[in-house]
């Protein structure tokens, strides 16, 4: 090709993909040139590349095929002197986030990382609701429900989840002011317009703005000029219908030192949790982050299991689980081995330990009853019928798999039983879990409750 068909291509991208997207994401490719089936764009930077690879690699592929070409693959590479030119404004990466109509300057925004999209934002269960809310706030319609309040306990993603909606909406709704940031930053603007003796700039500054998101609020929580302010401005906004996103590390009647009407303006929306994260959504996210370490590591090798074993074991926060990933891929290239189960205890051994869960006997037991709907005092107690019975042997046997208990010390947990109750327990429930699959299910169920 081609330089000429593309000029020629991109009058056609533009009837397809829209002005907005053109400009921001087509206009600026270079085409560098075609080789083995291979079309290679330059870009200004790699995230410029990774989102135009993402939302319209195929597109293009598809035009440049359905035009003659004998093109197989799309790459987008940063070339050498795009480096010093600056990006188009709306892509740089790490930007500061703020209309065309605002100078940049002038709106308190943050800047946003790259890498938090809803594309790379993996849904489970803990995190559905969050993640639907989210989006259908970043679709910019009608304002449904104000405030959007998110809550979770650390590194569950409320910040992704907050970034994904400011990318989003400036690419659907440019025309929007939207703003992002800390709670601690925006009493630091605050104090600052004080200081400065500011406040009717800031005033107007935080009103002029279309969509707010104030992250980990409870940072406010007892200081009592900041709430106030926070407070007016959370009016000012929603009086004029505009939406706002407020994430917290916990539920707004939990956040002490908060004033209750504010309180109470927080809870007016939709309050959405994002529940500690599962086996399989942790799974989930290990499995995306290898497919990014794979473009980094080029023939890295990965054994069988030591992805289910990570989600198994580190059962905190996402931003350890990628930490650990992390570590473990660059350690594994460094050496320049396969990445094993033997090289990742060794490799992780101190996150291994630091993650460790103790379950409990007592634990096992309150789950175990809850489970068979029966009294945790009858799980302890003497009675020997068949329906109490087997629920006690189905604790024991967790007890024993899952704790280091010996089987003197799971005896005295329940109700001062002998070891050889436990251990006849416990081979019950090992013959039953090959000969009955209501059991073995109960046993997978219970043990990934437990674990999670
Ligand atoms: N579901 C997910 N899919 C992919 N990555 C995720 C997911 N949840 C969290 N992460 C990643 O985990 C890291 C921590 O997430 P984030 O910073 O959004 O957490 P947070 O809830 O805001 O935590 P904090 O309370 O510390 O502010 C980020 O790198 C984020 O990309």
Redesign the pocket.
Known sequence: MIQEQWGTLKQDLLKTVGQNNFKTWIEPLEFADLTEGAVTFHVPTNFFGNYVSQNFGDLILHKLTSNGQRVQRVHFKVSANSLDRPAPRPVAEKTDFVSPSVTKDSLPGAPLDA??TFD???VGKP?ELANAAARRVAEGGPVTFNPLFLY?G???????LMHAIAWDLQQRRPDLNVVYLSAEQFMYRFVQALRDRKMMDFKQLFRSVDVLMVD?VQFIAGKDSTQEEFFHTFNALVDQNKQIII?A?RAPGEIKDLEDRIKSRLQCGLVVDLHPTDYE?RLG?LQ?KVEQYREQYPGLQLADGVLEFLAHRISTN??VL?GALTRLFAFASLVGREITMELTQDCLSDVLRASERKITVEEIQRRVAEHYNIRLSDMIGPKRVRTLARPRQVAMYLSKQLTSRSLPEIGRRFGGRDHTTVMHGVRRIEELRVQDGQIAEDLELLRRALEA
Request: hydrophobic share 35%.
């Open positions: 890498r938090f790379s934002f993996v995190n979770g650390v590194g569950l993603g409320k910040t992704h980990d994430s590390d959504l996210i995306t996402v931003r990628e």
